[in-house]
């Protein structure tokens, strides 16, 4: 009998001491490592003051951004890894689209339309592909392609405000689509939150049906803030979340949605240097990715850093792809 209980408790130790060295690693049971981002460089934005710089996207070797106040304009962000700032600048003007006609437009959405150019669009996030740039508008839950010859904007023809709505999405206003991404031959929207989830879209859809809920990462900690995801990006077969009030970026399998890895990166944003002096939420809001690594743009809302109550730029991070991330080959299969 002693020697059964001393084997029981060897064996129940050992399992205690798998979970802790498990835990310490960043593996939980979804099987998707947790770590600390490590930080390769960051630059102030300089004329992106109260723009509120809220999408990114590569394209054709350019890193090209969005602005929730800016519904006429493009920008390119040429970052250089030796500088500490990078000028935002104006990439492609052309002219915004006109109200949908085939889909209803709220009042206050109507309004703001007519009242402020800024505004009416509320740009959050940009794509491209071989035919051109896509642009995502929360204000109207649709998705707008760049003529570039014509210097204008077209809606394409997928709309979902209607049927994500009837299964409980974008039940509150400036937290409906909030991220864009074109992945092989769909385009994925975020739906930011409560609840949160993605949109898979055709593209010659007339109304979208593919709604995705996320697979919890148990690692993650939202530290009770809403669970969100506010921007996309696709590369080398995996499909990137931006996940604010966690502050981390996931790459997650294509079909399942399941996370393979994750990085965090609250002690960066929240760092004395960067910090900005609402920290109620998250602000990270645009997302890229290339070989050189991780690309998150914070969208400060206006709110100056406490470091100096006069700069309100928004803030470029680059982050380091984890060492693990060679381990998820371009089909998503380990």
Not at 8 to 14: A, N, P, Y
């Amino acid at each position: 009998m002693k020697i059964f209980n001393g084997m029981r408790q060897s064996v129940t130790w050992l399992g205690i001491g798998i979970f802790l060295s498990l835990a310490g690693s960043g593996a939980y049971a979804n099987g998707a490592p947790v770590q600390p981002a490590k930080l390769l460089g960051a630059w102030w934005i300089d004329g992106s003051e109260d723009l509120d710089i809220s999408g990114l996207s590569f394209c054709d070797g350019e890193l090209l951004a969005v602005a929730d106040k800016s519904s006429e304009r493009i920008y390119r962000l040429p970052v250089q890894a030796d500088a500490e700032r990078v000028t935002l600048e104006p990439k492609a003007r052309f002219a915004r689209p006109g109200l949908p006609d085939d889909q209803p437009v709220p009042l206050k959405v109507r309004a703001l339309h007519y009242a402020s150019t800024p505004l009416s669009m509320d740009f959050e996030g940009i794509t491209c592909d071989a035919s051109g740039v896509y642009l995502l508008s929360e204000r109207h839950n649709r998705i707008a392609q760049l003529d570039s010859a014509a210097k204008r904007a077209q809606w394409l023809t997928p709309r979902w405000s209607e049927s994500a709505r009837a299964r409980g999405y974008l039940q509150i206003f400036n937290a409906e689509s909030e991220g864009l991404v074109k992945a092989e031959d769909d385009f994925w929207v975020a739906l930011e939150r409560e609840p949160r989830g993605l949109l898979r879209l055709k593209r010659d859809e007339e109304v979208g049906q593919d709604f995705r809920s996320l697979p919890e990462v148990v690692g993650l900690d939202f530290r009770g803030r809403a669970e969100d995801v506010t921007a996309l990006a696709y590369y080398d077969g995996g499909l990137f979340t931006l996940e604010r009030n966690a502050f981390a970026v996931c790459r997650r399998e294509l079909t399942s949605l399941r996370a393979e890895w994750c990085v965090h990166y609250r002690d960066i944003e929240e760092a004395p240097k960067y910090v900005y002096q609402d920290t109620r939420f998250g602000k990270g809001e645009g997302l890229a990715i290339n070989q050189q690594g991780i690309f998150v743009v914070l969208d400060n809302n206006g709110v100056a850093r406490v470091a100096d109550a006069e700069d309100r730029r928004g803030l470029l991070l680059h982050l380091a792809m984890p060492e693990f991330a060679s381990d998820f080959p371009r089909n998503g299969t380990r």
